[in-house]
């Protein structure tokens, strides 16, 4: 079992925050068995943009059956839990797939989750999510440079974010499901007055895997902060997940539903709604950035 | 000498005014000192109503300022500005030396008035000073003042009538937390005062918050002493600047200060060479904001 084979998701956030996520489970299923289907993706299946006759791959329930197994390069458990229940995939997931798979022409929307500030720290934490459809397939989304869309630069009246991606090619991969990992430097400055900004600088490291060994259909980006010591940044994590949308498996059909979590904790300096706003951007900046990459 | 009395400077710059901090409050035996400064407050205002007609955030801008202000600087933590809070707020309002301050200020003409509201003496030679004044100047938001780096200026010095001080500015920080826009880290070195060759320094740290986050047209600015409790010649030197917008592209800064000066055997010396030296304080940041506010 498990050979590799490509995977997809991607993409991170970079942004900052972190997030977490939680296991699921490691009980091993095959991709065609029938007891892996849920009769909620089922539904979902059948508004897939593709052939409503492959249904018998329950992609969900698969991903969160694998999502634990994989070694990754940082704790993810708080940031998994919003994908995955154990080994079956939350209401969050599904709704998530659901909203892709019923997308027009990309029109889709991010997701403010949560956004809490704490007064006496200065902290606040953000959960941004969004997800979409694409008609490639997850194969080709793991083999497209996903790093690279999500870090060109970025520049507003009120922000002005540069991004530096730079591929680890002498870091030796953790494992066959480990497809890339990539250095990410972020320097960002929010205007405060004419003349006074408000700076920081992060730095993080986005990994890209395949999920199930021998599945072309699933593929997974974790994006991590790397300098722990960050002054401005506790968090900053980005969980890309991908695959099929319902229309294959292995047999190059279908199309890639994408989901993506952001999860930042970070120094808001008193400035909370400043803090929202410019994540808020810089999420549909990263999240237009990977549409612009993947959509055909 | 006479090497005695003095105190300490005040306001400077402004910004901030001055004012220690320290966390101990002197409150020694006192007796009423004279009244120096220029007192001329004027009155024109109608008691109880704003006398700035600006809003922010749907409230008039005075209300803003005795509403947030107290909250926004003591969750800072920096030191005790109650007091100081306490001069020119009634309740949700300002109070009547606050608007005497704003009528009367100073706009390039004529000398600025510093107005002196308290000065006590005891007999170990402590004096607490505490003073007003006020400027309106071509600032289209008070945020500007910041951007204009004012402090900067006095690093070449205050000289006024036989009386100087340099302040130089020792660090600078943007956006240091608790909704501060910047923090500057300063030190004051009285040399004369009022003709008398002294040794008085200290340093401070100057805070400038923003009341409403993203709102421009009024800030508020505090300044503590550092060392408080080492300090040799002063017990406290807190400061609060109030910046407001007026109207037709002008500010209003209000700058009060409380010294707590320790060791000072003439105390009337100092409070004569502080009106005089805040008076050029004044006139030194009008000038300076006239001629580098954007237009």
Not at chain 1, 109 to 121: G, N, R, V
Request: charged share 20%; proline share 4%.
């Amino acid at each position: 079992m498990k050979t590799f084979q490509s995977c997809t998701l991607r993409l991170g956030l970079l942004l900052t925050f972190g997030i977490m996520v939680s296991h699921c489970q490691k009980k091993s299923t095959s991709p065609a068995s029938e007891d892996t289907e849920s009769s909620l993706s089922k539904e979902v299946i059948a508004d897939a943009p593709s052939d409503a006759a492959s249904t018998a791959v329950d992609y969900p329930k698969l991903y969160c059956q694998n999502l634990g197994k994989l070694k990754l390069r940082a704790d993810i458990s708080q940031e998994a839990a919003f994908f995955c229940k154990g080994d079956k995939p939350s209401a969050d997931f599904l709704k998530f797939r659901s909203q892709a798979l019923q997308q027009v022409n990309g029109n889709f929307e991010l997701s403010l989750l949560q956004a809490e500030h704490d007064p006496e720290s200065d902290q606040s934490e953000f959960l941004i999510a969004w997800s979409f459809h694409v008609p490639i397939r997850p194969f080709e989304v793991k083999a497209r440079p996903i790093y690279q869309y999500v870090s060109q630069g970025f520049t507003t009246e009120t922000l002005d974010l540069k991004s530096l991606a730079v591929p680890r090619d002498s870091d030796p991969l953790d494992s066959g499901l480990h497809l890339w990992s990539v250095d990410m430097n972020y320097e960002l400055s929010i205007k405060g007055t004419q003349g006074l900004t408000l700076n920081s600088q992060r730095k993080t490291q986005y990994n890209l895997y395949q999920v199930q060994s021998g599945n072309e259909e699933m593929g997974f980006g974790l994006e991590h902060l790397v300098d722990l010591n960050n002054p401005h940044y506790k968090t900053s994590t980005m969980l890309n997940v991908s695959f099929n949308d319902g229309g294959g498996y292995n047999d190059g059909k279908g199309g890639t539903v994408v989901v993506t979590l952001l999860h930042f904790v970070l120094n808001n300096q008193g400035f909370p709604a400043t803090a929202t706003r410019s994540i808020q951007d810089i999420a549909k900046h990263i999240a237009d950035g990977m549409y612009q990459g993947l959509k055909q | 000498m006479s090497i005695t009395k003095i105190s300490i400077l005040g306001a400077l710059a402004s910004l901030s005014v001055i004012v220690g901090c320290s966390g101990k409050k002197f409150d020694g035996p006192k007796k009423e000192g004279s009244i120096l400064g220029t007192e001329n407050s004027t009155s024109s205002s109608t008691p109880g109503s704003p006398v700035i007609a600006v809003t922010v955030d749907n409230r008039p801008i005075e209300a803003v300022l005795c509403q947030d202000g107290p909250k926004v600087v003591a969750n800072a933590k920096k030191s005790d500005f109650t007091g100081l809070f306490a001069l020119i707020c009634n309740g949700d309002n300002t109070s009547q030396l606050f608007k005497d301050a704003i009528v009367g200020a100073y706009q390039g003409q004529g000398e600025p008035q510093v107005k002196l509201i308290k000065s006590t003496s005891d007999d170990n030679y402590n004096t607490d000073i505490v003073f007003i004044q006020a400027l309106k100047a071509p600032l289209a938001n008070p945020s500007m003042f910041a951007d204009l780096k004012p402090h900067d200026i006095f690093a070449s010095g205050i000289h006024e009538i036989n009386s100087d001080l340099v302040i130089n500015v020792e660090s600078r920080a943007s956006f240091p937390g608790k909704r501060a826009v910047e923090q500057i880290g300063l030190k004051y070195s009285l040399t004369n005062a009022n003709g008398a060759a002294i040794f008085d320094q200290r340093r401070t740290e100057f805070n400038t918050y923003l009341l409403v986050e993203n709102n421009r047209d009024i800030v508020v600015s505090t300044e503590h002493l550092l060392d408080p409790e080492t300090n040799i010649n002063y017990h406290i030197a807190n400061g609060l600047t109030i910046g407001l917008k007026a109207e037709n592209g002008e500010s209003y800064m209000v700058f009060l200060t409380e010294l707590v000066i320790k060791n000072r055997i003439d105390p009337d010396r100092m409070k004569v060479t502080l009106l005089n030296l805040n008076a050029g304080v004044s006139k030194m940041l009008y000038k300076h904001i006239s001629a580098n506010a954007p237009r």
